[in-house]
Nanobody, 124 residues
Framework: QVQLVESGGGLVQAGGSLRLSCAASGRTFSRNAMGWFRQAPGKEREFVAA????????YYADSVKGRFTISRDNAKNTVYLQMNSLRFEDTAVYYC?????????????????WGQGTQVTVSS
């Protein structure tokens, strides 16, 4: 089992920045690929970013490429999502997810563990 706890969400003006953190406990974190997803009201959960166990293979959704950065610190069992140049349309609940694989995925159903989510609200 892997337990995931997100933090760092909040209210920010458009153009601002936030850094989300996801602290993991349980199974060996360093052997799990990690991902960030988000879900806006009335919309399906969508992929944001993913990172391999080593941090060397990273994927981004086109909508966040160049603005968001995913990273991980295996010594701290933590994955991060740095979000810059935030837009109103980035408003959503952001979820951290762990996959029992060394490589991440853009598909939510391929992740095995999920956090409870953290709200990000961008005011226009």
């Amino acid at each position: 089992q892997v337990q995931l706890v997100e933090s760092g969400g909040g209210l920010v003006q458009a153009g601002g920045s936030l850094r989300l953190s996801c602290a993991a406990s349980g199974r060996t974190f360093s052997r799990n690929a990690m991902g960030w997803f988000r879900q806006a009201p009335g919309k399906e959960r969508e992929f944001v970013a993913a990172i391999s166990w080593s941090g060397t293979l990273i994927y981004y959704a086109d909508s966040v490429k160049g603005r968001f950065t995913i990273s991980r610190d295996n010594a701290k069992n933590t994955v991060y999502l740095q979000m810059n140049s935030l837009r109103f349309e980035d408003t959503a609940v952001y979820y951290c997810a762990a996959r029992s694989s060394l490589v991440g995925s853009r598909t939510a159903s391929e992740y095995d563990y999920w956090g409870q989510g953290t709200q990000v609200t961008v005011s226009s």
